[in-house]
């Protein structure tokens, strides 16, 4: 079955901090990914996605991630983290065509200023 | 929000009693989504739409009906509901042209059932 797994249910960080949630999927051929990001009280943003093409990608507010297929991971990252980044983070998961997303169970960030 | 309003945005009812929460989108996306959101599972799909009358169960769809008799709306009926049921409700649709899943939610709706 196709699932996405978070292993990082809380994270504390102080700012400035470098950041990396790891996320790892378990899909036959070809994925598509993805990172959300819900800041408290609000839906979910995007944050970034990856298709195909050039591994690293990057996203909004200085977030990047790396699909490393031999391993099975698309890792968040973030060189300096914000107060204003505490949020909580979902990677998501999807084989090319495929109608479902699924989700991970989440991550929680939190920033201490 | 890309067009997306759910109603309501709050809800408390009784263990027992049919609830129904609608999605309304303004873009006329073909595919359109259910998911329920829990502390520690997530988001889960309970069932989704790929045009008007064309649905499907996603993984945790027992206890859900689902309807689209036009593009725009996209209505989540609990017929009875259980306390279980008690959770954030959000609607999303399709944006992305590609062919790929690309998700845009709504604000979601808060359902307790007690």
């Known amino acids: 079955a196709q699932s996405v797994s978070q292993h990082n249910h809380h994270v504390i960080l102080s700012e400035a901090a470098s950041l990396e949630l790891g996320c790892n999927y378990s899909y036959g051929g070809t994925v598509n990914l993805f990172w959300y990001v819900q800041y408290p009280g609000q839906h979910l943003q995007l944050l970034l996605k990856?298709?195909?093409?050039?591994?690293l990608v990057k996203g909004i507010k200085g977030f990047e991630a790396e699909f490393i297929k031999s391993k099975f991971s698309f890792n968040l990252r973030k060189p300096s983290v914000q107060w204003s980044d505490t949020a909580e983070y979902f990677c998501a998961a999807t084989g090319f065509g495929n109608e479902k997303l699924t989700f991970g169970t989440g991550t929680r960030l939190t920033i201490i200023p | 929000d890309a067009g997306i309003t759910q109603s309501p945005r709050h809800k408390v009812t009784e263990t027992g009693t049919p609830v129904t929460l609608r999605c309304h989108q303004t873009e006329n996306h073909r595919y359109m989504y259910w998911y329920r959101q829990d502390p520690g599972h997530g988001l889960r799909l309970i069932h989704y739409s790929y045009g008007v009358k064309d649905t499907d169960k996603g993984e945790v769809s027992d206890g859900y009906s689902v309807s689209r008799s036009k593009t725009e709306d996209f209505l989540l009926t609990l017929e009875s509901a259980t306390s279980s049921q008690t959770s954030v409700y959000f609607c999303a649709i399709r944006t992305s042209a590609s062919g790929a899943n690309v998700l845009t939610f709504g604000a979601g709706s808060r359902l307790t059932v007690l």
């Open positions: 990856y298709f195909s093409g050039d591994p």
